[in-house]
């Protein structure tokens, strides 16, 4: 062996690797399907063939089909968080009522009866055990209802095909064509999806699935969404337009995030986290029956539970520190109202204001609380006498009171629009943020994952509150 | 194979009970070394476990850390060592399990390596069987889940194909046993060379990379005259895969 003679061969294979060029591989893949081909041409009798692949061939020609693939995509991710929105009002409604109606009142008392001075019992009970309960009656039944459809899918074997179309955008943008079924996850909840990752074998790719699964607008951001359109985007056009006028902007805003998904995607790969994309194998699977129950069981054990329990763990603190910011007085003002004050010039050119930003810095546990802590924050700063005090979050029951709160507190189409854009571009939850520090095991990664969508949803209402003033008023 | 009534099983050539010792976790002191390749989802580890006697765990999850389970069985005085590759659809990508199934096959060097396939699927798993003979000359094809093929009306031409693959077919329903003893035998003949293979090389690649394969190979075999598969070193020069660059240059193919 002649280390000159191998060192030769290693520049002649390089110098033919740009010969043949890019198509190489997807050469050789297709070279080895066609001996395939030919060798089960004549090795192989298959009595029914024609019938039984008819079957899958026909969905899938249809599920796969240029024309059809991405409206049915479309379609089916409309429907299923229609389901989980729609379905998850009354069991929400109902263990809000158990929660905040019932046992709240009853540990009030109770608390009472054991002469807890008010201090003792607004911090445990007002603070720390609301924010849980609310956690619990707003997160639980939605995620109940959408990782069950999911793993629906997922069995039923349509969930790979959704990878398939979209591999090539994927690819396109550096990235895994895996990575579409982690962001469909993150559709549901964003630390589970970047669990999902794991599908990804190459580790470059992984990170950017997992920096980039927070663009998926979760199940905690579409409620805010909804109401928000509907209040000051439905409000805007004819009565007889506005339900569908305000859905098309929420869904406008989840493709939004689809395409800085793309984006930041491609960006990463060519910046940061370059390098090739891995070829994979994706199996179509045959089509099956999924087996119901024991679906249920497990994407409830495995998902929703665990999810559901970190945000308790992450919610409790925030609800003591919601509480306590409200009612520690800082000479004649609260910390809250000190905050938001010094917030608000921020807030101002960003076209969104103190009590917004100050929401979410304290609600970073859960998405799902920043509109309860906004309301109350408002009534805070207005003085108005809705609610149940100082530091005791709520919701209001009809859309209408909601809308007055807010446009008391100063609120025009400018700033629910910028809400929905910042609730859509922001860091993620802790609960996500913990998660990608435990799949990543590395600070670097997880502090790029939480401050890159904060600092573009900076830049992008920044530039939409400057055109707004400018061109509307 | 007929089926035969189960008191006439010991009178089967293929039988030969005392021949064959299953010896669990026990790799000590072995005579080959026999790799188990396959796609997922084709039974390999229930091949493996009827090889062994072990139970080993059949079910998997994407993404968890890729280990290579073995085993042993005894068989006519010699002893072979059973590696449980991780199951792969193809060798050629970037994936954990890819390369471990890859490279154990390559530098690993086993005596036999067994791939499982599915009977229902066949076009789909001789993708890894022709990736596989271009790496080893040394192979046996388990043709598992016969019983569902027969359910499902597939009948296959084992000679055919055993001729086109140019390595001894075995038909094989792992879950019942059946087939096992025929698998032993047919290991064993390929591991003592009673049984020589000609694999079939990959046909149907256009000219310029045929072209260019021809080149690198022939130089490859210039440099290392012994090695079976210049012809996948080439491919994997041409795709740029660094382990086989180290390889080439610390010259581990000698």
């Known amino acids: 062996m002649d280390k000159r003679n191998i060192q030769n061969i290693i520049a002649l294979a390089n110098e033919l690797r740009w010969k043949i060029g890019d198509d190489f591989h997807d050469n050789l893949a297709e070279g080895i399907y066609a001996d395939a081909a030919e060798i089960v041409e004549d090795a192989i009798i298959d009595k029914n063939r024609d019938r039984k692949e008819r079957l899958d061939n026909k969905i899938d020609r249809i599920v796969t089909s240029r024309v059809w693939g991405f409206p049915i995509m479309f379609s089916i991710l409309a429907l299923v968080l229609w389901i989980t929105i729609k379905g998850a009002n009354y069991p929400s409604a109902f263990l809000a009522d158990i929660l905040l109606g019932d046992v709240r009142p009853m540990l009030k008392s109770f608390a009472a009866s054991l002469n807890f001075p008010w201090w003792l019992s607004g911090f445990l009970i007002d603070g720390v055990y609301l924010a849980v309960a609310w956690v619990i009656a707003v997160m639980l039944p939605p995620m109940a209802i959408f990782f069950p459809l999911f793993t629906l899918l997922e069995d039923f074997g349509y969930l790979p095909r959704v990878a398939f179309n979209l591999d090539y955008l994927f690819k396109k943008s550096g990235a895994h064509g895996k990575q579409a079924l982690t962001m469909s996850m993150g559709f549901g909840c964003n630390a589970a999806g970047v669990v999902a990752t794991r599908i990804i074998d190459s580790p470059r790719e992984r990170l950017i699935a997992i920096i980039t699964n927070n663009f998926s607008l979760c199940n905690g951001r579409w409620p805010t969404q909804i109401l928000l359109a509907t209040i000051f985007i439905g409000a805007v056009v004819p009565a007889s337009l506005s339900s569908i006028v305000s859905l098309g902007a929420v869904f406008g805003i989840a493709v939004l995030g689809i395409f800085f998904m793309f984006f930041v995607s491609w960006t990463l790969s060519k910046t940061l986290l370059k390098g090739e994309v891995s070829t994979f194998n994706l199996e179509l699977p045959p089509y099956r029956p999924p087996d119901f129950w024991r679906t249920i069981y497990t994407s409830i054990i495995d998902r929703t539970l665990i999810v559901l329990w970190r945000a308790i763990v992450f919610a409790a603190p925030a609800g003591a520190v919601i509480w306590l910011i409200s009612n520690l007085y800082i000479g004649d003002q609260s910390i809250a109202a000190w905050m938001i004050h010094y917030l608000d010039g921020f807030g101002f050119l960003i076209g969104l204001n103190g009590v917004i930003l100050l929401a979410y810095i304290v609600a970073i546990p859960a998405n799902e609380i920043v509109i309860p802590t906004i309301l109350m924050l408002t009534v805070l700063v207005t003085g108005m006498h809705i609610g149940e005090g100082a530091g005791v979050m709520f919701e209001l029951d009809s859309v209408n009171d909601t809308a007055s709160v807010l446009k008391a507190g100063g609120w025009t189409l400018l700033t629910a629009i910028n809400v929905m854009l910042f609730s859509l571009l922001h860091n993620p939850c802790s609960t996500t943020i913990y998660t990608i520090y435990k799949e990543t095991k590395s600070m670097k990664w997880t502090v790029l994952a939480s401050i890159l969508p904060i600092i573009m949803g900076f830049v992008v209402t920044f530039v939409v509150a400057q055109l707004w003033r400018i061109f509307v008023n | ?254």
Not at chain 2, 35 to 58: D, E, I, Y
Not at chain 2, 223 to 243: H, K
Request: hydrophobic share 40%.
């Open chain 2, 1 to 254: 194979m007929d089926v035969l009534p189960h008191s006439n099983c010991e009178n089967c050539q293929h039988f030969n009970a005392d021949g064959l010792k299953k010896l669990g976790v026990d790799t000590t002191d072995f005579d080959f070394v026999v790799a188990l390749a396959g796609n997922p989802n084709t039974g390999k580890s229930t091949v493996f476990n009827a090889l062994t006697g072990l139970r080993q765990h059949t079910g998997n999850w994407p993404g968890k850390t890729v280990t290579r389970a073995e085993g042993a069985f005894q068989y006519n005085e010699k002893k072979y060592k059973l590696v449980d590759l991780p199951g792969t659809y193809s060798l050629l990508s970037t994936s954990d399990d890819e390369e471990v199934a890859r490279n154990f096959i390559l530098f690993g060097k086993p005596d036999v390596t067994v791939i499982v396939v599915d009977a229902n699927r066949l076009e789909r798993n001789l993708n890894l069987v022709l990736q596989i003979l271009e790496i080893t000359d040394k192979a046996v094809l388990c043709l598992n889940l016969m019983d569902e093929a027969k359910r499902n009306n597939i009948e296959i031409n084992i000679r055919s194909l055993a001729k086109d693959l140019g390595i001894p077919v075995v038909p094989a329903s792992a879950r019942y046993k059946e087939g096992i003893p025929e698998l032993i035998q047919t290991i064993s003949d390929v591991a003592s060379g009673k049984i020589i293979c000609k694999p079939h090389r990959i046909k149907n690649i256009p000219k310029d990379i045929e072209e260019a394969v021809k080149i690198l190979s022939l130089k490859i075999k210039k440099e290392f005259p012994n090695i079976p598969n210049s012809r996948w070193i080439a491919f994997r020069l041409l795709e740029g895969d660094n382990q086989i660059i180290e390889a080439l240059e610390s010259g581990v193919f000698v």
